[in-house]
Each structure stands twice: as C-alpha cells, then as structure tokens.
C-alpha cells in the first residue's frame, strides 16, 4: 500500500461536477492498494497517518500530529501510484491492485482511518473519474509504503 500525504489548508473531491467531500486544515491522503495488500498493511499505514507529526507547534516546528491539532483528513483513491515508468512513455499499471480487490481493501483503509482518528473521514468514489483541488501547506508532502517500512527488532 502506497499512500501520498499532502498537508493542506483544505482540499476537496469534485466528481461529475459536484463536490463530493471537502476538508479543511489537515491531509490529504492519496491511497494506492497493491495486490498482496492486507489488513496488516491498513494498520500499518493508518497508525503511521496518525501519528506523524507534521502539523507546526507554537514555535513553528513540524511536532504536532492529526489529532492534536483536530485536523480532517481527505482520501482518495489512486491506482497511479503503482505506476511502472521504467520501459517505454506510457506507464504500465500491473502493479496496482485490480478493482475487485482494491475496492473492499479502500474501504477498509476508511473505516479504518475512521476508528483510529475517531472521526469521519470524507473519501472520494471508488473508481470514479475525480478532480482533486488542495492547497498544499508548507508545501508538505510525504510518501509511504507498506512494504518500505523497517521490521520491529524484538
């Protein structure tokens, strides 16, 4: 699982002209599934969503994380981040997941999110033709990857 974090003063969803969620001050989470994904791989990313702190403390340093601050969070489904670019100009997709495992694995992420952060947080529509609007604050942007992420030493 690859996810894309992008702090925001807002952001919102538009599909078929209409927005479909908005934000204010918080992230906006950018959720690309692979096939081997999991309930492990949920977990593990919406811990990290939580707790990274990215958000300024009165001193202006980046020590704050999601909850504290009381910021929202945005998701929105992106299969392009399992873009392979390394043959030829047009990506090739092969590494995301397709829709019937990566729709149910989405909405796990959500719910998920949801119960971690204990709040709602908006989504965009599966599969759906989107267009995404933000203003990106600091700028701050951050990738993570489920299968990058260092192994406890126990």
């Known amino acids: 699982m690859r996810v894309v974090i992008q702090r925001v003063t807002h952001a919102s969803v538009r599909i078929a002209g209409e927005t479909a969620a908005g934000i204010g001050p918080g992230m906006l989470l950018l959720v690309g599934i692979a096939p081997e994904d999991s309930m492990e791989d949920i977990d593990y990313i919406c811990r990290k969503i939580i707790s990274l702190r990215i958000f300024n403390d009165a001193k202006g340093v980046m020590n704050l994380d999601?909850?504290?601050?009381?910021?929202?969070?945005?998701?929105?489904?992106?299969?392009?981040?399992?873009?392979?670019?390394?043959?030829?100009?047009?990506?090739?997709?092969?590494?995301?997941?397709?829709?019937?495992?990566?729709?149910?694995?989405?909405?796990?992420?959500?719910?998920?999110?949801?119960?971690?952060?204990?709040?709602?947080?908006?989504?965009?529509?599966?599969?759906?033709?989107?267009?995404?609007?933000?203003?990106?604050?600091?700028?701050?942007?951050?990738?993570?990857?489920?299968?990058?992420?260092?192994?406890?030493?126990h």
Not at 146 to 153: L, M, Q, Y
């Open 66 to 153: 999601i909850r504290t601050v009381n910021g929202e969070c945005l998701a929105v489904s992106q299969f392009t981040l399992f873009a392979d670019t390394r043959k030829g100009n047009r990506p090739f997709y092969g590494g995301a997941a397709g829709p019937e495992k990566a729709a149910p694995l989405y909405k796990r992420f959500v719910e998920h999110l949801q119960t971690l952060l204990g709040r709602s947080v908006p989504s965009g529509t599966f599969g759906a033709d989107m267009q995404v609007e933000l203003c990106n604050d600091g700028p701050v942007t951050i990738l993570l990857d489920s299968k990058a992420r260092e192994v406890e030493k």
